[in-house]
């Protein structure tokens, strides 16, 4: 049975007279991907600080791993794992120092150290670069050496702030597939992204944080089912053929331009196949058809009002 690794009941933070957190509950089972999306400003951060135990709540409850934050600080430090938004690599020394670093810094790890580094080195495919100083590594190896130092106290709880910001599409994709590991081997991710793609490719379960209040949790596709604008896109060769077509379907948006009909529709079977039954009723055929839903960025909008761009980190 699937537990919970994450739990906060009515978690509020204020400082003086700006209230920061206004009653945030939410849960992480144990063994997926939480993604916290937000504009900058909106609390995601000051959550993360509260669940790590950097900073106290002014009121609520929080229980990482099965402890309480507040009075269990340190046996949820020994349980989780932290990676900023920027590598925290020291960049004079080389990657394998870094690691060894940690380890020494690490009184949980005992005499496994040489083994726990060199596994970490392979796992990360840092080998071969391992005996050269930090500040030689692109950005996609500096981010690998940082998770990879995070993961020297073999953490049940990673949080990741922004972990791909700055890297090139390869780089943000090699991440991905790390992250992906590491759940697959039970590990429990909180990511913090203002990429809308990265949540959707790697979240069991988001939830949408707008000025200190959560807006919206589910999954990816709970959340685009919320938004509407799911349609059927019907496309046709000839004007003639989209003249008929508008007119049996008489609720469908034209483009003529592109000869085609947005259908609206809830992406369901259902749907599809009235909108296919219809077509053959009137004899005709769409040279295309395809489903189209909104994404993370139509229910980001909806939900704040404004894109991902605006108060970017």
């Keep these: ?12 933070k204020a ?9 945030i509950d939410l849960e992480v089972r144990a063994g997926t991907v939480f993604s916290l999306l937000g504009p900058n400003g909106a609390g995601k951060t000051t959550t993360v600080n509260v669940l790590t135990t950097l900073i106290g709540a002014d009121s609520g409850t929080v229980r990482v791993a099965g402890h309480d934050v507040a009075t269990e600080a340190k046996a ?3 349980a989780i794992g932290v990676t900023g938004q920027f590598a925290a690599v020291d960049e004079l020394l080389t990657g394998q120092e870094n690691l060894q670093l940690m380890v020494d810094l690490n009184r949980a790890v005992g005499g496994d150290g040489k083994r726990i580094v060199t596994g970490l080195l392979e796992r990360f495919d840092l ?3 391992a005996g050269k100083p930090a500040s030689t590594y692109s950005g996609g190896m500096r981010r690998k050496l940082d998770l990879a ?3 020297v106290g073999n953490p049940q709880i990673i949080f990741l702030d922004e972990p791909t910001t700055g890297l090139d599409p390869r780089s943000r994709r090699m991440l991905w597939s790390i992250i992906r590991d590491l759940v697959a081997d039970g590990v429990t991710i909180f990511l913090t992204t203002q990429y809308l793609e990265e949540a959707d490719q790697l979240a069991d379960r988001i939830a949408v944080l707008d000025q200190g209040r959560l807006v919206a949790q589910g999954t990816p596709d709970e959340l685009k089912r ?10 046709f060769t000839t004007p003639a053929e989209l003249d008929a077509a508008a007119g049996a379907f008489p609720d469908a948006a034209r483009d003529d331009e592109a000869l085609a009909l947005r259908v609206p529709g809830d992406g369901g079977t259902k749907s599809l196949r009235e909108v296919l039954d219809r077509l053959d009723e009137h004899s005709l055929n769409a040279e295309e ?8 960025d139509d229910v980001f909008l909806a939900l704040t009002g404004h894109t991902t761009e605006v108060d970017a980190k």
């Design 1 to 12: 049975m699937t537990t919970s690794a994450i739990e906060a009941s009515g978690l509020r």
């Design 15 to 23: 400082y003086k007279d700006k209230v920061v957190l206004d009653g």
């Design 76 to 78: 949820v430090r020994a």
């Design 127 to 129: 080998m071969e670069a």
């Design 149 to 151: 130092m995070t993961l």
């Design 226 to 235: 919320q938004i509407p604008g799911t349609h059927i896109r019907l496309r």
């Design 289 to 296: 058809c395809s489903v189209h839903t909104p994404d993370l």
